[in-house]
T-cell receptor, first 111, second 115 residues
């Protein structure tokens, strides 16, 4: 089954404790993105990647890092999480210009 | 700057009625794509329909159609014969920058279908 998977789905952590949210797609897509969703703000892009080893900042990259060492994986790293990074995070992938496929989302709470 | 505006924070519709969700966009790029996604209470983002800026005809996918009016920069979603399962949050989004796959989202419209 073609899909985008994210782990963990739910995470509660404390300020400053490094964490990684994994994202994997099995569709051989070149493009992958991370978004965060906050009430009243819709989804905003954090980082995106056009291929292996090619990444760039989106609209809200501060406090986040990404890497793209393999085509299928695009982990999101929070080196020192803060409460304002409490949010719902989505990973997405696409092959071309039409459809982006979203993962199931990761709900993060930073205390 | 690219922007998506959804002016209806919430809508209430009777089951089996048609519903139109409004979306206006702003971009100076002549090449762009418009998307609609559905987000049920479970949280996942479900792709509904896509319209390219150069497409001559309005996109349709089953009960979903996109009323694309390029001159007015609007891309309204029409759901025919609404069902209880259509109750969800709906987001309009625009793809900007060819090849970068960046989506700009509106704030969303919460649709509630009443029995």
């Amino acid at each position: 089954e073609a899909q985008v998977t994210q782990n963990p789905r739910y995470l509660i952590t404390v300020t400053g404790k490094k964490l990684t949210v994994t994202c994997s797609q099995n569709m051989n897509h070149e493009y992958m993105s991370w978004y965060r969703q906050d009430p009243g703000l819709g989804l905003r892009q954090i980082y995106y990647s056009m291929n292996v080893e090619v990444t760039d900042k989106g609209d809200v990259p501060e406090g986040y890092k990404v890497s793209r060492k393999e085509k299928r994986n695009f982990p999101l790293i929070l080196e020192s999480p803060s409460p304002n990074q409490t949010s719902l995070y989505f990973c997405a992938s696409s092959a071309g210009q039409e459809t982006q496929y979203f993962g199931p989302g990761t709900r993060l709470l930073v205390l | 700057a690219q922007k998506i505006t959804q002016t209806q924070p919430g809508m209430f519709v009777q089951e089996k009625e048609a519903v139109t969700l409004d979306c206006t966009y702003d971009t100076s790029d002549p090449s762009y794509g418009l998307f609609w996604y559905k987000q049920p209470s479970s949280g996942e983002m479900i792709f509904l329909i896509y319209q390219g800026s150069y497409d001559q005809q309005n996109a349709t996918e089953g009960r979903y159609s996109l009323n694309f009016q390029k001159a007015r920069k609007s891309a309204n979603l029409v759901i025919s014969a609404s069902q209880l399962g259509d109750s969800a949050m709906y987001f309009c989004a625009m793809r900007v920058i060819q090849g970068a796959q960046k989506l700009v989202f509106g704030q969303g419209t919460r649709l509630t279908i009443n029995p």
